[in-house]
């Protein structure tokens, strides 16, 4: 059989790349295929080596909100590298990032910047810490926060239990101090808090949950844990890496109305750079070396680049306001999908939150990881292997979210719903 131009490409890759990629989940390895090389972005579309086009959920796992290669963006950040990369120096850039995200998100009155979620989460996790002088943690199954040795813990079974890691390489005694919670379930919090609220310095949580899907938070969920944190002196951390201006401008907290005490950004922030951010109470932030004991460094944090795509992607965002379209569209297409599967007697539950949606294959609702974990993901290989041969480019994994993009047209949208017909019909 002949072999595509992608298909040799990853041969060359794994020889010198584990597994061919930088990043696990882009080797297709849960749903079996190889991964086709893309070559360029614009719009909604990506195009690969092979000269396939696709229509793009992915968008960069979240970043793209605006579409691939945005006019704006291409030019800021041409201007900006034409005057230097990098100083490791203050410049004016900083600033009017700091001052756009404490501006758009109420809770948010000092920001760092660092140079991807993960550095975010495991510098908020370290500020909390310092902060309250406490040790232990709180996450939530299923919950992703970057690949910080102390929050690769899921915990399994829906019990509640000491954090076990996920990762080989990670010392127990680096997870000992992670306490694991059901999302959606303030009951399976109450009992960590009974014995050991004084010794828990942070909770974190995403607000809508991105990594296994797409989970909204039940009415009451995040308003319970701003109450529990706010009577404990509990350190409460909004993960929105993904969140952050996705499902409204500023991000989750500002949809729901409800202020954390820490905030962990990135993805769309960096508009495609590499890019993260913390940040928060004035007087939890200045625990920060150099005003305080909390010691955090990085030598491309700010780094003008990803800063000038940054701060445009976030002046476009505001400017243009795309929410209002971002939420009919995904409602179109998400309704679309929920009706083809219903329509197929396909066991599904279908999720939401403005422009990050999924679909699950299961017969039952899914409000945490246990109930995520019931889906049929052969019947996912499946749709995704037949999604991606009619040009639909999703997340290669039932459990991660879909992305809708400002640069989605509705003629995109319909030549989707068309593929999800024809894909259903056979799987
Ligand atoms: C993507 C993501 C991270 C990790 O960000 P990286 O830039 O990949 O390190 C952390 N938290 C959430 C909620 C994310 O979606």
């Excluded at 290669?69 to 950040?77: D, F, G, L, T």
């Excluded at 999302?183 to 609220?197: G, Q, R």
Aim: glycine content about 10%.
């Amino acid at each position: 059989m002949a072999h595509t131009t992608s298909q040799k490409l990853f041969a060359r890759a794994r020889k010198v790349i584990p597994g061919g990629v930088n990043s696990p989940v882009r080797a297709y390895r849960s749903v079996n295929l190889e991964p086709p090389f893309i070559i360029r972005g614009r719009g909604s579309k990506v195009y690969d080596v092979d000269g396939n086009e696709y229509i793009d959920y992915v968008g960069s796992w979240g970043p793209m909100i605006l579409g691939h290669a945005h006019p704006a963006i291409v030019y800021a950040v041409r201007e900006r590298v034409a005057r230097g990369a990098s100083f490791g120096a203050p410049t004016i850039l900083e600033i009017e990032m700091a001052e756009e995200l404490c501006e758009a998100l109420p809770s948010l009155e000092m920001v760092r910047m660092v140079n991807s979620g993960t550095e975010a989460t495991m510098s908020a996790i370290r500020l909390a810490r310092g902060y309250t002088g406490r040790n232990k943690i709180i996450k939530f199954a299923g919950c992703y926060h970057g690949h910080v040795d102390s929050l690769l813990v899921e915990a399994g079974s829906g019990a509640t239990t000491l954090g076990v890691p996920d990762s080989a390489g990670v010392p127990a005694e680096f997870t000992s101090n992670t306490l694991s919670a059901v999302y959606n379930d303030l009951n399976s919090v109450d009992e960590l808090l009974a014995t050991l609220s004084n010794e828990i310095a942070a909770i974190i949580v995403e607000p809508v949950a991105g990594n296994m899907g797409t989970i909204p938070p039940q009415p009451g969920f995040l308003e319970g844990l701003r109450e529990r944190c706010t009577k404990t002196g509990i350190v409460l951390i909004f993960d929105e890496v993904m969140t952050g201006f996705r499902v409204a401008y500023g991000g989750a907290q500002v949809l729901y109305n409800i202020q954390p005490d820490l905030t962990c950004l990135g993805k769309i922030i960096g508009g495609g750079l590499p890019v993260g951010a913390f940040g928060g109470r004035r007087e939890i932030m200045e625990h920060l070396a150099p005003l305080g004991g909390v010691y955090q460094a990085g030598t491309l944090s700010g780094n003008p680049l990803a800063m000038a795509a940054g701060i445009e992607t976030l002046r476009t965002l505001k400017t243009d306001n795309p929410y209002p379209e971002l939420e009919k569209s995904s409602a179109y297409l998400g309704d679309g999908i929920n009706t083809l599967l219903t329509e197929h007697d396909i066991p599904h539950y279908c999720t939401r939150v403005g422009s990050m949606l999924c679909t699950y294959f299961t017969a039952t609702s899914v409000h945490n990881y246990e109930a995520a974990k019931t889906s049929d993901c052969e019947r996912f290989k499946r749709f995704f292997t037949g999604m991606l041969k009619r040009g639909i480019y999703l997340a290669p994994s039932q459990f991660e979210a879909g992305f809708v993009s400002a640069a989605h047209s509705q003629d995109d949208l319909d030549l989707t719903l068309e593929a999800v017909k024809a894909t259903l019909a056979k799987i």
